[in-house]
């Protein structure tokens, strides 16, 4: 199956890929184009856009309609891309600095506005192609090349800022939970608005060296340990849920879409004129 995907949708001649060995980011993109084969789509309704950083090297690889844009400024080009032919699906792929960071201002107008962007972050917790510094979801005390001796930010809880932002679909899961990515990011996508899937990933390069995490397999059993469905967390007590983090379907609600408003709008001048 892995194999048909990658005949079906990535660019042979851009393979094989630059990941670090060891990182999640492969793993995640493969749920993504899952995720979009397994809901018929053809390559000609999607576009996919990225920023700039490590995940942002996927719609290099994909055989769709792609734009590789300007550090944080995805989510921008994403809403022109969308206001411009409302039929495309439009997915975002971004990391945590690209997202929240830099583009943190318009992760937030986009949520408000309800648009019907996809958007996925590949959260490595950490600037992996620029050095490792660290970045609005590295865990606080953790280091970074630009905190060596721990970083005394608190950390992004990203689906909560998403939600609170105004986003209609959130939902969170990890590279070692590769299949719960598939469902979030169909769910997502079937979703009329603006939706947010957080996929935790794992970088043993950078975070991983800098905060003596062990290896890849050392960092995926972590993920394996310490995510719990948010199902599952609603028959524990607050004492075993310690230190853990949800994963699963997190907040889901029905809103005007805004390009829908939009051709409201236009379509109410018009018949004025």
Not at 27 to 56: F, H, M, N, P, T
Not at 101 to 125: K, M, P, Q, S, Y
Not at 202 to 217: E, F, I, L, Q, S
Request: contains cysteine; hydrophobic residues 35%.
């Amino acid at each position: 199956m892995s194999s048909e995907l990658v005949k079906k949708y990535f660019r042979y001649n851009r393979l094989p890929h630059i990941w670090c060995p060891g990182c999640g980011h492969g793993i995640i993109l493969r749920s993504v184009v899952e995720a979009i084969d397994e809901l018929g789509y053809s390559k000609d309704e999607i576009c996919i856009v990225s920023g700039i950083g490590c995940s942002s090297r996927a719609p290099g690889y994909l055989d769709f309609n792609t734009l590789h844009t300007t550090h944080g400024r995805a989510l921008a080009f994403a809403t022109g891309i969308k206001m411009a032919n409302p039929n495309l699906k439009v997915i975002v792929i971004t990391g945590d600095g690209d997202c929240a960071a830099i583009g943190g201002n318009h992760l937030i107008h986009a949520a408000r506005r309800n648009i019907d962007i996809t958007t996925i972050v590949f959260n490595n917790n950490i600037y992996g192609m620029t050095g490792g510094q660290y970045s609005p979801t590295t865990p606080q005390g953790e280091k970074g090349t630009t905190a060596p001796y721990g970083n005394i930010d608190k950390n992004f809880n990203l689906c909560e800022l998403a939600k609170a932002a105004g986003a209609t679909y959130v939902g969170r899961s990890t590279a070692y939970h590769a299949k719960l990515i598939t469902k979030l990011v169909k769910d997502a996508i079937q979703n009329k608005g603006f939706s947010f899937v957080e996929a935790v990933s794992v970088c043993p390069t950078y975070y991983g060296r800098k905060n003596k995490k062990g290896n890849a397999v050392n960092m995926m059993k972590f993920l394996k340990d310490n995510a719990v469905n948010v199902k599952a967390a609603k028959l524990l007590d607050e004492e075993q849920l310690k230190g853990k983090f949800l994963i699963g379907e997190l907040y889901k609600s029905i809103e005007p879409e805004y390009t829908d408003e939009y051709n409201k709008i236009i379509n109410s001048f018009q018949k004025e004129r």
